[in-house]
């Protein structure tokens, strides 16, 4: 088996092996190949490891091109396959299979090939009605765009299924328990279902064959749009309205719903540590867009090779107490060494489903109630070539056996995923692993890491989720997707000077702040905001809380910061991405999704006991935004620091709330007269040290980290005294330093919050308040 296809196939958390098949013992061995007779017409070359043995050489054409010879592998001083000086390997042009299969209509131009970016018209006779693309381009990954044109009537109980470029069609009658049988050209493998049934329901059973060649692969873009459409119908959970259209497939999972999702990953012969890294870091990432959602899965992470390795067991992760779960399975990847995957010198895909069934045995003896209510996902990361342990697929037949037992009405409970990565994959072996169903699609191919992590990276389009609140991603090539919420507001005062303050985006339309930031006679006009790559955004008007008075208390109380809150309501609503997305606001329905919870425990008083019930609860907030220069050329807003607090609750907060009547301005004997309960308070130098705020942070959002998602739980208001300088711009508290942050449980901060933010009537998405 070629090297290549190893490196390549490293997909989602996958480990390809770059030299299929070899035996480990031959990497150890010293010698060189010749250097002789290795150039490729048109294109370049890459070795692993030079020329000693070990090596795998691997061909690289221009893009709408593929080599005639993938890779070479270096074994006992030889190249496999050997080189020939006669006839050199070659660039050759991708082609789209022959379109030419339209029945009942007319495909022009009329070509013998179809090259990269030729483009096909489509029409069909009269009396036949067309459904479909009327226009396709060939794409460079040798597959054409849009959709398989159709002409046919609407006489038959199912609609004319079509024939797929660069296949053939028997059967067409369409009525009930009617087949049809689909083949392609030679030298093109089937990936879907080469035969389909007209259903009572006027759907076919089975999903829509396609033909590819050995060179065929995959986009990110579509692979991340067919998988996150099939998957997504397993996170997401069934809240919409009455009468609304439900885009892509039906929900099948309710709220509380019960998901448990395998995945397994190619750690066979010759894949290297680095690529394994690579491999972990995207498992994690698809764990983490999983965990946006509602559902709270369970998972059994494997790597196989010859044998299997269980990262964590489907049994073990369920009986584990600890909250962070993800956090568990995440740092139990991170400890996976190199060293622990042991003999990789085959690759048994049956032993792999065997593993994977012996767990689901487990799981119906322990609760056969609970594993029938189960939704199961399988996802599998493979080169596609299983060379021992016998033919994988009578072992996934016992798993569709366990899970649907006989019902056809179960089917829909077992999902059968596998990603393809390499450009040599077996693709017809792998096609028969996997679910196959009308509209949806199981089976992938990407042609190597880069393009997995692309895919994963996008599956799960954050932009068409406005409901996700407190999404964020630590993503090193671009800060400012770490908080997407986060904005920079200037107001010039109309009296005199300026206000710099901070904001948190809580809807498309309205940024939470402090009303302090306003003073009488300020204009919309005169107040700029600040989100994403320090673009401004038109203010349509600011709202302050309607019971703040900044001069209520004088002259006892130089300043009074009682309710302070304020929102701006943008001309426009933003368009949500991965940039720009609301934080989450406690006490709404939004934030109990991000909590996990279910409807009958949507309280203002569960969301609080979840995130504010130690002594000290660590929150943070950020600090003043500076203008950074990405990877891309663009330039973001993004904060120059995180600062983290402990907010000093029970037996720390009677402290912190008397430290008040040691600010400047302030003289009263009672400091709860300056600090109600409609404040949260931080900073002192017990049991430590906080980050504190300085001038400019005051309206920023302050923040609980729970369940991966950011939800804000306080607005900086004020503080005891200022000890940031130029030299110093990030100081720790002192013993009497103190902020003080308005409290977003108040229950007048929330009413406030419910009436703006909570109207249907606003421009963007509303919140649903408790």
């Known amino acids: 088996m070629e090297c290549e296809q190893r490196l390549n196939w490293l997909m989602f958390a996958m480990i390809c092996p770059l030299i299929a098949g070899a035996p480990s013992s031959m990497s ?35 893009d709408g091109y593929y080599p005639s010879v993938q890779s070479r592998s270096c074994q006992n001083g030889l190249w496999t396959p050997k080189p020939s000086a006669r006839k050199p390997p070659e660039c050759k042009k991708v082609t789209c299979p022959n379109p030419r299969v339209l029945e009942n209509g007319e495909v022009t131009p009329y070509k013998n090939y179809y090259y990269v970016n030729d483009t096909t018209t489509y029409s069909c006779h009269s009396d036949y009605k067309f459904r479909g693309s009327a226009v396709r381009v060939c794409k460079s990954n040798g597959k054409w765009n849009g959709t398989t044109p159709i002409c046919g009537r609407d006489s038959d109980h199912c609609p004319d299924p079509g024939v797929p470029p660069g296949s053939s069609r028997t059967g067409h009658v369409f009525d009930i328990d009617d087949k049809v049988t689909y083949r392609c050209d030679s030298k093109l493998t089937l990936i879907g279902s080469k035969e389909r049934v007209c259903q009572d329901g006027g759907q076919w059973s089975g999903t829509e064959p396609q033909c590819y060649a050995h060179f065929t692969y995959d986009t990110p873009e579509e692979v991340s749009e067919a998988f996150s459409s099939s998957l ?33 990953v190619d750690a066979s012969d010759s894949i290297e540590e680095k690529d394994l890294d690579k491999a972990k870091t995207t498992i994690k990432l698809l764990i983490d867009k999983i965990s946006y959602y509602q559902v709270s899965p369970n998972y059994e992470i494997l790597m196989f090779a010859t044998d299997f390795y269980r990262i964590i067991s489907m049994r073990d992760y369920k009986i584990t107490e600890d909250e962070d779960k993800i956090e568990k399975v995440f740092k139990d990847l991170d400890n996976f060494s190199f060293e622990d995957k042991g003999d990789r010198t085959g690759t048994n895909i049956a032993k792999l ?25 399988i996802i599998v990361f493979t080169d ?86 407190g999404i964020h991603q630590n993503y090193d090539n671009n800060k400012r997707s770490a908080f997407p919420w986060l904005v920079e507001i200037n107001v010039a005062h109309l009296s005199k000077g300026s206000s710099n303050c901070m904001g948190s985006l809580v809807t498309s339309s309205y940024i939470l702040t402090a009303a302090h930031c306003f003073k009488n006679g300020d204009t919309p006009d005169k107040i700029t905001v600040h989100l994403e790559k320090d673009l401004k955004e038109k203010v349509e008007k600011y709202i302050l809380h309607p019971k703040y008075n900044i001069t209520a208390k004088q002259p006892r109380i130089k300043e009074y910061y009682e309710f302070d809150v304020a929102l701006i309501q943008l001309k426009e609503p933003v368009t949500m991405s991965a940039n720009l997305r609301p934080i989450c606001i406690p006490c709404t329905k939004e934030t109990n999704g991000a909590l996990k919870l279910s409807d009958s425990e949507g309280t203002c008083k569960r969301h609080e006991e979840l995130l504010m019930s130690n002594e000290l609860v660590e929150a943070s907030f950020t600090s003043k935004m500076k203008r950074k220069t990405e990877t891309t050329g663009s330039v973001q807003k993004v904060p120059e620091k995180i600062r983290n607090i402990k907010i000093k609750r029970g037996k720390y907060r009677d402290a912190c709330v008397e430290d008040a009547k040691k600010a400047e301005g302030i ?15 931080s900073g002192g130098n017990e049991p430590q040290t906080d980050d504190v705020a300085c001038k400019g942070e005051s309206g920023g959002a302050t923040y609980i980290t729970k369940k991966g998602r950011l939800i804000q739980v306080g607005v900086i208001s004020w503080g005891v005294k200022d000890i940031c300088t130029k030299r110093n711009p990030n100081p720790v508290s002192q013993a009497d330093t103190r902020d003080y942050h308005t409290n977003l449980f108040s229950a007048d901060i929330l009413s ?17 308040f408790f």
Request: aromatic share 6%; with cysteine; hydrophobic share 30%.
């Open 353 to 377: 489903y065997t593993a994977i069934h012996e767990s689901m045995a487990l799981e119906e003896t322990t609760n056969s109630t609970t594993f029938l209510e189960t939704q199961h996902i």
């Open 384 to 469: 596609g070539h299983a060379n021992m342990g016998g033919n994988p697929i009578p072992k996934v037949n016992k798993i569709k056996h366990l899970i649907i037992k006989n019902d056809p009405k179960r089917e829909k409970k077992l999902d059968l995923y596998v990603f393809g990565v390499g450009n040599d994959v077996n693709k017809d072996d792998m096609n028969g692993l996997v679910s196959q169903r009308d509209q949806e699609q199981y089976f992938f191919m990407l042609p190597d890491l880069d393009q997995v992590q692309e895919t994963f990276d996008s599956m799960i389009d954050e932009s068409t989720s406005v409901e996700l609140c």
């Open 752 to 768: 406030f919050l419910k009436k703006h933010l909570g109207n249907d009537t606003i421009i963007g998405n509303p919140l649903g």
């Open 667 to 681: 003289n009263v004997t009672n400091a709860r007269d300056v600090v109600t309960d409609n404040f949260l308070c």
């Open 28 to 62: 150890k061995r010293h010698g060189s190949c010749p250097e002789a007779n290795l150039n490729i017409v048109g294109g370049s070359f890459v070795p692993s490891n030079g020329y000693s043995d070990g090596s795998v050489l691997r061909y690289i054409c221009p």
């Open 232 to 264: 997504k119908s397993n996170l997401a959970v069934s809240q919409q309205h009455e009468g609304e259209v439900q885009q892509g497939k039906k929900i099948t999972l309710d709220q509380g719903g019960k998901l448990d999702i395998y995945i397994a």
